[in-house]
């Protein structure tokens, strides 16, 4: 009997590190001045987890609490024709990827307004820890 009590602690336990190991590592990049103070009023930001300058060449995210400056290492564009891109990034040890589908724009949106809505998946990969993010945002100046 004993040893089925120790043997049911150690996989609860076990369970239990397991799960720890599991919480995201990402963070809010809200309101931070690093970010924007970069940006030229034009941005793409995507829930509170991840903001790009407009073209996307530059982006952050809060990785273990620390802003973590994003390089564009591969990327498409959207067109009139074409209403989704992607865009992939990375920074020493980690890969984010992006793939972005443009909404319509509403009925009292003007279509030559600056910007678009967005539904994209994040894709988020350092070292083993990978993470998938379903996000809303906006790009707009």
């Known amino acids: 009997m004993r040893s089925i009590l120790m043997s049911t602690l150690l996989i609860s336990s076990i369970l239990c590190f397991t799960n720890a ?3 995201s590592i990402v963070g809010s990049v809200d309101n931070v001045p690093q970010i924007e103070n970069e940006l030229d009023g ?3 930001r995507l829930d509170t987890i991840f903001v790009s300058t407009f073209d996307g060449k530059t982006a952050w995210m809060n990785i273990s609490g620390e802003i973590t400056k994003l390089s564009l290492t ?3 564009n959207p067109s009139s024709k074409k209403k989704s891109f992607y865009r992939i990034y990375n920074a020493e040890d980690l890969s984010v990827t992006i793939d972005f589908i443009i909404l319509p724009k509403s009925p009292n949106e003007s279509e030559e307004s600056d910007g678009y809505q967005v539904n994209a998946v994040i894709t988020f990969v350092k070292g083993k820890h990978r993470e ?3 996000v809303k945002g906006l790009c707009a100046c």
Do not use: D
Request: one cysteine or more; a positive charge; hydrophobic letters at 25%.
């Open 74 to 76: 591969k990327s498409t």
């Open 42 to 44: 034009c941005a793409c």
């Open 21 to 23: 190991q599991e919480k």
């Open 132 to 134: 998938v993010f379903k």
